[in-house]
């Protein structure tokens, strides 16, 4: 069986979500990783959860993965 590939958010960190899923479908990925800092962001910056999907929609793309919570056991 194969898995689809997914586009990591990290891949192009500093692409906007709409050229983001722009180039995941543009070269082929079966979706896209969003961080969930990102995701914060672009609700506090008016996007809906609708304007979101309707993006993803356009391409075909769907998010795939949330980044993993990272210092969670970490000290100081």
Same mark, same amino acid.
């Given at each position: 069986?194969?898995?689809? !590939?997914l586009? +990591?958010?990290? $891949?192009i960190r500093?692409?906007?979500?709409?050229?983001?899923? @722009?180039?995941?479908?543009d =070269?082929?990925y079966a979706g896209i990783g969003?961080?969930?800092?990102?995701?914060?962001r !672009?609700?506090? +910056?008016?996007? $809906?959860d609708?304007?979101?999907?309707?993006?993803?929609?356009? @391409?075909?793309q769907?998010? =795939?993965?949330?980044?993993a919570?990272r210092?969670?056991?970490?000290?100081g």
């Open positions: 069986m194969t898995r689809p !590939l586009l +990591s958010h990290h $891949s500093h692409a906007d979500f709409a050229e983001r899923v @722009r180039a995941a479908a =070269a082929g969003l961080v969930f800092k990102e995701y914060e !672009l609700r506090e +910056s008016g996007r $809906s609708a304007s979101l999907r309707e993006v993803l929609a356009e @391409r075909g769907r998010v =795939a993965e949330f980044e919570i210092g969670w056991a970490s000290t």
